[in-house]
Structures are given as structure tokens and as C-alpha cells.
């Protein structure tokens, strides 16, 4: 399985930005996505993610309200909407996906597959 993650950018605080994770190769064999983000110095950190079998979403407090991650079966996409981004938001986005159809992890060591990042630079 290979990932692209795209849509990164420069905006301003407030505006918002549409990531998407393109998945090819044996798609079949993934049930979940999750987006990770990791900023200059700090570790990676859990954003969002979507686990369509059990029919599950999660997010991290600090964007819950403001993003919004969803699927696209038929193109085999995973986007992640965000929305009144903030200079904290200032980071490079991962997508990575998972196996396993019964769980949403939000540890980046239990996804299987990784994509690029793609970068999201949010100024004041």
C-alpha cells in the first residue's frame, strides 16, 4: 500500500485547507486512516482518524470542531477538512494507514503504512 498525502500550504490564522490521502496499491487490505501531525522540535502527535468497518472517527481535543476527517471509497481518499486554522496548527501532516478492522489507533506505532508529509504553515 502507498500513501500521498497533498493540499499543505501557507494561510493565514482563520482560513482552512483540505488535506487528502490518496491510497493505491492493495487497498482492500486497510480499514482505518489517521492523520499525525509533528511540528518543528516536538514530537509526532495524533490528529484525526476514521476506521470505516466499525464506523468510527477520533480526534484530538485541541481540533475537535474545527477539522474534519472523512472517506471517499470510490477514490480511495481519506481527507482530513480543516477548518479556523490556528498558528498552532504550524506543522507537517502524515497520513498512515491501518489493518486491522476492529480498532482505530491513535499511536503512530500501530499503523502499518505511512505517507509522505505534507506542510501546513498557519501565520498570525
Known amino acids: 500500500v502507498q500513501l500521498q498525502a497533498s493540499g499543505g500550504g501557507l494561510v493565514q490564522a482563520g482560513a482552512s485547507l483540505k488535506l487528502s490521502c490518496a491510497a493505491s496499491g492493495r487497498t482492500a487490505s486497510i480499514n482505518a486512516v489517521g492523520w499525525f501531525r509533528q511540528a518543528p522540535g516536538k514530537e509526532r502527535e495524533f490528529v484525526a482518524g476514521?476506521?470505516?468497518?466499525?464506523?468510527?472517527?477520533v480526534y484530538e481535543d485541541s481540533v475537535k470542531g474545527r477539522f474534519t476527517i472523512s472517506r471517499d471509497n470510490a477514490k480511495n481518499t481519506v481527507s482530513l477538512q480543516m477548518n479556523n486554522l490556528k498558528p498552532e496548527d504550524t506543522a507537517v501532516y502524515f497520513c498512515?494507514?491501518?489493518?486491522?478492522?476492529?480498532?482505530?489507533?491513535?499511536?503512530?506505532?500501530?499503523?502499518?503504512?505511512w505517507g509522505q508529509g505534507t506542510l501546513v504553515t498557519v501565520s498570525s
Open positions: 476514521i476506521n470505516w468497518v466499525i464506523t468510527k472517527t
Open positions: 498512515a494507514a491501518d489493518r486491522t478492522p476492529w480498532l482505530l489507533p491513535i499511536r503512530s506505532s500501530e499503523y502499518d503504512y
